[in-house]
């Protein structure tokens, strides 16, 4: 499903499919209508044997994802045990789609984007890339994005990268020395050494590989699963009202202030 502000792309001879967010002016952040997208992309692939492997990546040289564009309005329920997040359902996991998924990260990363890649089954990226999460610096809980990096990261490393906000930013390289990053490679070569591999895993059985991919989540669901369940109620008793937050932020790309 391609269509404004996401591009597929399918290699039906290498069974290979490209994701790419596709709203540079707007740092690739994302929006309802782009959401819808993502989620429809990845229940669609589960029907599709042509797709054996999948690269998820961002448009243009600046960012991967920047988050949810600050624009969108997503109406919240009136309950104050309910919160709709519009992210919630756009990566590959929570739509059921269990084909692997690698991601390209060639830039910015940061905030919202941490759904994506929290459900890629590993990161190459850029030697330009950068990730940090700005939640805590404009009055917000930092519960999903942190739960995904937890997964990821060592305890220490995502805590920092919570807490510190916009102060700090990761580098590829350490990104790369921590594990979270599999590969960093020069500038502009990581769609290009995503898909290498994805090529690679695509010529291989799919039942073997969707079986791996399966057992390699299913050694972590449980603690994922039951930390999930807690991020609710953590962003609505933490997060400043919205008023408050519209102050902090910029109002450039996604969920981020440029600097």
């Given at each position: 499903?391609?269509?404004?502000?996401?591009?597929v792309?399918?290699?039906?001879?290498a069974?290979?499919?490209?994701?790419t967010?596709?709203?540079?002016?707007?740092?690739?952040?994302?929006?309802?209508?782009?959401?819808?997208?993502?989620?429809?992309?990845?229940?669609?692939?589960?029907?599709?044997?042509?797709v054996?492997?999948?690269?998820?990546?961002?448009?243009?040289?600046?960012?991967?994802?920047?988050?949810i564009?600050?624009?969108?309005?997503?109406?919240?329920p009136?309950?104050?045990y309910?919160?709709?997040?519009?992210?919630?359902?756009?990566?590959p996991?929570?739509?059921?789609?269990?084909?692997p998924?690698?991601?390209?990260?060639?830039?910015?990363?940061?905030?919202?984007?941490?759904?994506?890649?929290?459900?890629?089954?590993?990161?190459?990226?850029?030697?330009?890339?950068?990730?940090?999460?700005?939640?805590t610096?404009?009055?917000?809980?930092?519960?999903?994005?942190?739960?995904?990096?937890a997964?990821?990261?060592?305890f220490?490393?995502?805590?920092?990268?919570?807490?510190?906000?916009?102060?700090?930013?990761?580098?590829?390289?350490?990104?790369?020395?921590?594990?979270?990053?599999?590969?960093?490679?020069p500038?502009?070569?990581?769609?290009?050494?995503?898909l290498?591999?994805?090529?690679?895993v695509?010529?291989?059985?799919?039942?073997?590989?969707?079986?791996?991919?399966?057992?390699?989540?299913?050694?972590?669901e449980?603690?994922?699963?039951?930390?999930?369940?807690?991020?609710?109620?953590?962003?609505?008793?933490?997060?400043?009202?919205?008023?408050?937050?519209?102050?902090?932020?910029?109002r450039?790309?996604?969920?981020?202030?440029?600097?």
């Open positions: 499903m391609s269509g404004a502000g996401l591009r792309e399918r290699d039906e001879k069974g290979v499919a490209v994701v967010l596709d709203r540079p002016s707007r740092h690739n952040a994302i929006d309802l209508d782009t959401a819808s997208q993502l989620a429809a992309t990845w229940r669609e692939f589960r029907f599709d044997d042509a054996r492997a999948v690269v998820v990546t961002g448009a243009g040289d600046k960012a991967f994802c920047t988050g564009d600050r624009d969108a309005e997503a109406p919240q009136p309950s104050p309910s919160i709709d997040d519009p992210l919630i359902a756009i990566g996991k929570a739509n059921g789609l269990w084909k998924v690698i991601a390209a990260v060639n830039g910015m990363a940061c905030g919202g984007a941490f759904y994506l890649l929290g459900e890629a089954e590993f990161l190459v990226a850029d030697e330009r890339a950068t990730f940090f999460d700005p939640h610096t404009y009055g917000m809980v930092s519960a999903y994005e942190s739960i995904a990096m997964q990821r990261m060592p220490g490393e995502v805590a920092r990268m919570a807490l510190l906000g916009t102060a700090e930013r990761m580098s590829a390289a350490r990104a790369h020395a921590i594990g979270l990053v599999s590969e960093v490679v500038d502009g070569g990581a769609l290009a050494a995503a290498a591999c994805a090529r690679t695509a010529g291989y059985p799919p039942g073997a590989v969707e079986g791996t991919v399966r057992a390699v989540w299913a050694a972590k449980a603690a994922r699963t039951q930390a999930l369940a807690h991020a609710p109620h953590l962003i609505a008793l933490g997060n400043l009202p919205p008023e408050q937050q519209a102050g902090l932020f910029g450039r790309g996604g969920d981020y202030r440029i600097r």
